[in-house]
C-alpha cells in the first residue's frame, strides 16, 4: 500500500471521530523519516482518546501495524506521535498543537 492511501485511512478514522483540523502534510524530500505527516486536534482527553484508538483500529483492520506510539492520553500529554513507518499520525490537543506548530516547521 502506498503512503499516501495509509495517510488517508488515518484521515478518514481522525474525521469519524470529529476531530478537528485534520491536515495531511507531504514531507516527502524534506526529511527521510516518513513520506507524510497526519495532523489533527482534540478538543478534550476523551476525544483525544477516541482518535487514537480509532486510528489503531482503522490501521489495524488494514493489516499496517505502528512501529512506535509515543504518548498515551491517560499520561495527561498534549501529543499523542503514531509512527507507521512512512507516514506519522501527530494527534495533539489545542495548547499542544498551538506550542509545537508542526504546520509551520515542516511547510515547504
Do not use: C
Amino acid at each position: 500500500m502506498e503512503p499516501k492511501e495509509k495517510a488517508e485511512i488515518a484521515i478518514a478514522a481522525m474525521e469519524e471521530k470529529k476531530g478537528e483540523d485534520v491536515k495531511l502534510i507531504d514531507v516527502s524530500g524534506l526529511t527521510e523519516i516518513a513520506d507524510y505527516f497526519v495532523l489533527a486536534t482534540a478538543n478534550n482527553k476523551n476525544q483525544l482518546e477516541a482518535l487514537v484508538d480509532a486510528v489503531e483500529e482503522r490501521m489495524g483492520k488494514n493489516g499496517i501495524l505502528p512501529k512506535n506510539i509515543e504518548g498515551r492520553p491517560q499520561d495527561n500529554t498534549q501529543w499523542i506521535l503514531m509512527d507507521y513507518n512512512d507516514i506519522i499520525v501527530h494527534i495533539f490537543t489545542k495548547e499542544g498543537r498551538d506550542f509545537y506548530d508542526l504546520e509551520r516547521i515542516w511547510k515547504r
